[in-house]
């Protein structure tokens, strides 16, 4: 049978297409295995990144990236970054999050072991430009009031903005957003300190 009979049979079209879908699945399958350790080290450069961003020089001496610790909260689970200094866990680092005005605000707080923030910073939001987009630490250093505040520092009843009676400032025509912004780090206050033997003992 020479190939234009072959041609000529019924199944050639479906083996072709069959062949073809093969080796295109096989290229795509090397593609992503070449990339892969790429991809995985410039997702984790970015996340170190992030992360030192919040914690200040010299409190971490370990590979907190490799040093963490998964809780649940809301029904979510909450991976804790633990930066250590001589062995000891001296700050936990982690995400929370908050429905803003135009959806969920994303913020990455790092809080010492003794209850007190260390740095807030907002990693992804879908505020207003102009407005509630002075969440973001190159728009306004407004996020950087969180620093060095507890649970009892302020009152818990002052963990607002003015408005509602707190003590951090709001945005003027864009008071939802910073409102989130705050409940987001008092929750995450509350986390750890509801979870602190889980984080700190480990």
Known sequence: MNFESFREKIGYQPVLLGVIALLASGALAWASAATSGAIAAAEAKDLRDSLSEVLPQGLADNDFLKDTVDLEKS??????YRARKGGAVSAALFKVAERGYAGEIQVLMAVDREGR???????????????????????????????????GDPAPE????????????????????????VKAVKGGMDFFAAHKAEIIGG
């Open 117 to 151: 923030t260390l740095g807030v910073r907002v990693l992804k939001h879908a505020e207003t430009p102009g407005l509630g987009d002075k969440i973001e630490v190159k728009k306004d250093p407004w996020v950087h009031s969180f620093e060095g505040k507890s649970l």
């Open 158 to 181: 002052k963990w607002g903005v003015k408005k509602d009676g707190g003590v951090f400032d709001q945005f003027a025509g864009a008071t939802i957003t910073p409102r989130a912004v």
């Open 75 to 80: 029904g979510k689970t909450v991976t804790i």
